[in-house]
């Protein structure tokens, strides 16, 4: 098992939704690779548990040295959930973590600024339903 993925500063923005219990889909934008779709097993932890989260990454870089990076990141992401909240640690101060292993075992994570995630209000997931839908039907599949 390796650390495949450290730097948070190449994701850009995404939308992660956890309304179906156990299964988390969504999309991600990084440098260099663009849209990559995700399915997870799991769930989110606290307050966000069952909810829809969409971030925007304040620090994100467009650097063109992402793609060797990035290079082994597979599409779609298929995987298991680690982690995902808005308060990781008891003594961090909170913020938004994603962190999961793919199926090959391989670990990501992403680590956010405060504001950088919001919970979506229900006109929000109106926009997103569809999407979502539509990568859980193509996507859970692969999760066995």
């Known amino acids: 098992m390796a650390q495949k993925f450290g730097n948070f500063r190449w994701v850009k923005e995404g939308y992660l939704d956890n309304r ?61 959930v680690s982690l995902i909240s808005f308060d990781p640690h008891p003594l961090l101060s909170p913020h938004p973590y994603i962190e999961w292993f793919s199926l090959q075992k391989d670990h990501y994570r992403i680590e956010l600024e405060p504001g950088d995630a919001h919970v979506l209000s229900t006109e929000e997931i109106q926009g997103i339903d569809e999407m979502s839908h539509s990568l859980l039907t193509k996507l859970q599949p692969l999760l066995k």
Do not use: Y
């Open 20 to 80: 179906t219990n156990g299964i988390v889909v969504g999309h991600m934008t990084f440098a260099g690779l663009g849209l990559v779709e995700v399915c997870l097993s799991g769930q989110f932890t606290g307050e966000i548990c069952g909810q829809v989260v969409r971030f925007h990454n304040s620090k994100f870089i467009d650097d063109g040295r992402a793609l060797d990076s990035l290079a082994e990141f597979e599409s779609p992401q298929i995987g298991q």
